[in-house]
């Protein structure tokens, strides 16, 4: 069950579901040329939930998790120059989590 602190950004940002939150998360980590920390070039591609680069994920979690892991920098310092991260009782989306940030 999701709740309200599990919609919160560290930055301020407060989503209407844990789907915005992520919608939130995903845009300040993207960077404007899409290209991932790996050097690739991740977006989604098309409806059969493709990245640019190839993953090809089943769920749309697991497409937002690889962009996560694509965009999120230790730190997890957004293209703004802000800290992003989910504000909770320690229980952040599983697709955010990355390890050693």
Do not use: Q, W
Request: charged share 25%.
């Amino acid at each position: 069950m999701t709740t309200v602190t599990e919609r919160r950004c560290s930055c301020g940002y407060a989503a209407d579901d844990a789907d915005g939150l992520s919608d939130h998360l995903l845009e300040v980590f993207t960077s404007k040329n899409d290209v991932g920390l790996d050097g690739k070039v991740h977006f989604e591609g098309d409806a059969r939930l493709a990245c640019a680069c190839g993953y090809a994920a089943i769920t749309i979690a697991e497409l937002d998790a690889h962009f996560f892991r694509a965009f999120v920098a230790p730190g997890r310092m957004g293209v703004d120059g802000m800290r992003h991260a989910p504000v909770s009782d320690g229980h952040a989306p599983p697709s955010f989590s990355r390890p050693g940030a």
